[in-house]
């Protein structure tokens, strides 16, 4: 048995007392997880405006890439009202568009848009307007970096003095600028009004809204395409020799001709090509005469093909 001298705490004591409790402050903060600002939306928007801007100045300020956009009476207006020169007659540049004309007009542009963007795709997904704008920063200013690869492609092809290359670059330069839109665009739109992950497996039938907004597209791009092609049309820009052509059949069957071309040596144009569908704007043709009737049948059936994917 243990003596009672030997350990002063014997017996041990029947109630242990607890420390007093740590001292509460009433006004502490809670504890938050710091947040992390990335800078790189912001600089994907900054390259891809400057990229976008050395584009424009490179087409605004070369005859051979802006005949590809624009006639010379449009170019020498386009050019003018940005601060530069072009004699509209000789389609000389007198003095080029600054770059920093175009850099800040982008941009001005840019920031505009992002608001506006990220304000309709936050009323739709909830989330925040800072989540929104450098979502759309990232996926939809990568794509103006597009033009800035063209460009510097159409440098290497100057430097070496291949002349397919250069060509190569000019026939492209539309096509650059339409597929860096068309991608910048579809950025916001995937997120905005996101498409179901399994369409193929949906039973359902598009909704009115759907229908509105397809028919609003076809309409916009029949009105944009229509307009193009009649200004080429009226400034002599009609690409192919084709297009005379098929309205000269038209015209041939009308006034008893027969199916033939005379910019085809008259041969009957079934010798060629087993193909009579144009026959079908012959009503049409008939009721206003002109190339432009074409153009614009050839508009809207293109675009109503956009109707059979609903």
């Known amino acids: 048995m243990v003596s009672s001298v030997a350990n002063p705490y014997y017996p041990p004591p029947r109630h242990i007392v607890s420390p007093p409790p740590p001292l509460q402050y009433k006004f502490a903060m809670p504890a938050t997880r710091s947040r992390r600002y990335s800078p790189l939306p912001w600089l994907v928007v900054v390259v891809g405006v400057a990229l976008q801007a050395?584009?424009?100045?490179?087409?605004l300020g070369d005859r051979a890439l802006a005949s590809q956009w624009f006639s010379t009476h449009t170019w020498s207006e386009v050019v003018g009202g940005l601060g530069?020169?072009?004699?509209?007659?000789?389609?000389?540049?007198?003095?080029?568009?600054g770059y920093l004309v175009l850099f800040g007009g982008l941009s001005s542009v840019s920031g505009v848009l992002i608001l506006i963007g990220s304000l309709v795709t936050?009323?739709?997904?909830?989330?925040?307007?800072?989540?929104?704008?450098?979502?759309?920063?990232?996926?939809?200013?990568?794509?103006?970096?597009?033009?800035?690869?063209?460009e510097l492609i159409r440098v290497v092809g100057v430097l070496t003095g291949l002349e397919w290359f250069q060509e190569l670059s000019i026939r492209t330069v539309s096509?650059?600028?339409?597929?860096?839109?068309?991608g910048w665009l579809s950025a916001w739109l995937v997120t905005t009004w996101p498409v179901d992950a399994n369409p193929l497996e949906s039973s359902s039938s598009?909704?009115?809204?759907?229908?509105?907004?397809?028919l609003g597209a076809v309409g916009v791009y029949c009105v944009c395409a229509i307009a193009i092609n009649w200004a080429r049309y009226?400034?002599?820009l009609i690409p192919h020799g084709d297009s005379a052509m098929y309205e000269e059949h038209l015209w041939n069957v009308w006034h008893g001709k027969g199916f033939r071309s005379y910019l085809d040596d008259g041969r009957l144009f079934l010798g060629e090509h087993p193909q009579v569908v144009h026959l079908l704007l012959s009503p049409l043709h008939w009721l206003w005469p002109s190339h432009q009737v074409l153009e614009l049948c050839e508009s809207v059936g293109l675009a109503a093909g956009a109707l059979a994917i609903l």
């Open 234 to 236: 009226n400034n002599l």
């Open 175 to 182: 096509l650059v600028e339409a597929t860096a839109l068309a």
């Open 84 to 97: 530069g020169v072009v004699d509209a007659e000789s389609g000389v540049v007198r003095r080029d568009v």
């Open 122 to 150: 936050r009323r739709r997904t909830g989330r925040s307007i800072g989540t929104e704008a450098t979502g759309w920063a990232v996926r939809g200013w990568s794509w103006w970096w597009l033009p800035g690869a063209w």
């Open 54 to 59: 050395m584009f424009l100045q490179s087409v």
């Open 206 to 214: 598009p909704c009115r809204r759907t229908w509105l907004l397809a």
